[in-house]
């Protein structure tokens, strides 16, 4: 049984910083790509970032690049999301999530992912 519990929410003024952490069990995390998406009240969820299983290679939504930074620690089954210059448009629910099969690739579509957590909020106030 995989499962993935996300922390590190929170209410955060525009301009400020939070961490967001994943764990994960039931896997062999190092094996697979892991991925965070997000979804705001009244919006589709979409994709903000993702890392291959090295953490050599990473991928961002244009909305979050240069001010959001994902990585991994393989040794303690945890992959993080490093959030900046955080805006109001950045509030939302922010799920992590991991790949269906093992592999180098970097996913964007939801559909690449089979298991999620239960989600974490992230609040802006401007």
């Known amino acids: 049984q995989v499962q993935l519990v996300e922390s590190g929410g929170g209410l955060v003024q525009a301009g400020g910083s939070l961490r967001l952490s994943c764990a994960a069990s039931?896997?062999?995390?190092?094996?697979?790509?892991m991925g965070w998406f997000r979804q705001a009240p009244g919006k589709e969820r979409e994709f903000v970032a993702t890392?291959?299983?090295?953490?050599?290679?990473?991928h961002y939504a244009n909305s979050v690049k240069g001010r959001f930074t994902i990585s991994r620690d393989n040794a303690k089954n945890t992959v993080y999301l490093q959030m900046n210059t955080l805006k109001p448009e950045d509030t939302a629910v922010y799920y992590c999530t991991i790949a269906r099969g093992r592999g180098n690739y970097l996913y964007t579509r939801e559909s690449d992912y089979d298991y999620w957590g239960q989600g974490t909020q992230v609040t802006v106030s401007s």
């Open positions: 039931g896997r062999t995390f190092s094996s697979y790509t």
């Open positions: 890392i291959n299983w090295s953490g050599a290679s990473t």
